[in-house]
């Protein structure tokens, strides 16, 4: 948690992003709303059960809900835009990927700062998120209906614990270590003490097997659903990332719905982000075993030192200088 330290003290100058969003109109059927959502993820993967589970069945009656899975209808991080271009209907938005276009988001993809699932959920019900989520919508175009429980991030390597143990960021020097493309999530990597390297997530099991890159992080669930622990030999856990998703909508298509469609929609995404989240829960804290069976060795490295240096890093940041006054502090008392 980042007791240690204030926004004030991280701050050393500003950077801001400017958007200028242009809309076009979707194409909405006379019949029913076309509803596509736009994922990196599996179809398997918990939230994509969970919007197609419960999301759709509670909004079937006047919305026509069409995933597009493992990036086939649009590419990771591409997304947003596509929405703010009218090109989209739905996706599931990193906090990386909004810092992108706002960087005080960058707050929520901090390491260390979101404590659990229950804290994420915190934060964003919280009047602390207003500012945000209005800005989104103003300048992007962009809903945030929900948050969604991705999980703790950790470290994945291919190296198997003979050949490199790590439980200091210093072991991790010189590490290729595969982080999503943006330029948060390239800074987490270099704050664990990794060598990042941008590559779409649809490309990491590749990456893996062919040794373009030592690692990757994610959560377990995400491991086990991509295969990754065919691919690499250990696990550390780093749980450097509490990781989480918002469920986006357009805020052009959303502006055309009646108040019961809207509310219908709200709900609907809320009870999918729950479902979600618990389901991920229960597998995160099931899947060590089945890991381990598949010969992944897993263990814990010493978490003050990591902590201490992922924090250490973001003083005096770039991203640090972006966070409104305050909301650190909001984050971490939400977080007791
Ligand atoms: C990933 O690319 O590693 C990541 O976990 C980042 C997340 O924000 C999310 O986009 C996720 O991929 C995809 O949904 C695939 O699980």
Do not use: C
Not at 20 to 35: D, G
Not at 96 to 112: C, H, K, L, R, V
Request: without cysteine; glycine residues 6%; negative net charge.
């Amino acid at each position: 948690m980042f007791n240690t330290f204030t926004r004030r003290a991280a701050v050393s100058g500003l950077v801001a992003a400017g958007l200028a969003a242009s809309f076009v109109a979707p194409a909405i059927s006379e019949e029913k709303i076309l509803l596509r959502l736009a994922t990196a993820g599996s179809a398997t993967d918990q939230r994509s059960v969970a919007m197609a589970e419960v999301f759709a069945p509670m909004v079937a009656d006047f919305a026509d809900y069409q995933p597009g899975y493992n990036a086939t209808l649009f590419a990771q991080g591409t997304e947003l835009e596509a929405i703010s271009r009218g090109n989209l209907e739905m996706s599931i938005a990193s906090a990386q990927e909004m810092a992108q276009f706002f960087p005080e988001f960058s707050i929520f993809a901090t390491g260390y700062v979101h404590q659990n699932a229950e804290h994420q959920v915190k934060v964003f019900n919280d009047p602390l998120m207003d500012a945000f989520k209005k800005k989104a919508e103003d300048e992007l175009g962009v809903k945030l209906l929900s948050v969604m429980y991705l999980g703790r991030r950790h470290v994945n390597l291919r190296q198997t614990k003979d050949e490199l143990t790590v439980m200091t960021p210093d072991d991790l020097a010189g590490v290729n270590l595969r982080m999503p493309g943006t330029d948060a999530w390239q800074f987490l990597g270099k704050a664990l003490g990794a060598s990042p390297t941008p590559m779409a997530f649809t490309e990491v099991y590749t990456g893996l097997s062919t040794g373009a890159v030592d690692g990757q992080d994610n959560p377990l669930p995400t491991v086990v659903d991509a295969k990754f622990y065919e691919v690499t030999n250990q696990i550390i856990l780093t749980s450097h990332l509490v990781d989480l998703n918002y469920i986006a909508f357009s805020k052009q298509v959303w502006d055309k719905l009646s108040a019961d469609q809207q509310a219908k929609i709200q709900a609907a995404a809320d009870a999918a982000a729950e479902s979600g989240r618990q389901k991920q829960l229960e597998k995160e804290a099931n899947l060590v075993a089945f890991l381990q069976e598949q010969g992944m060795e897993i263990y814990e490295p010493d978490l003050d030192a990591f902590r201490n240096h992922v924090q250490a890093q973001y003083v005096g940041s770039e991203f640090a200088a972006s966070w409104p006054e305050g909301v650190l502090d909001r984050i971490n008392e939400l977080g007791k």
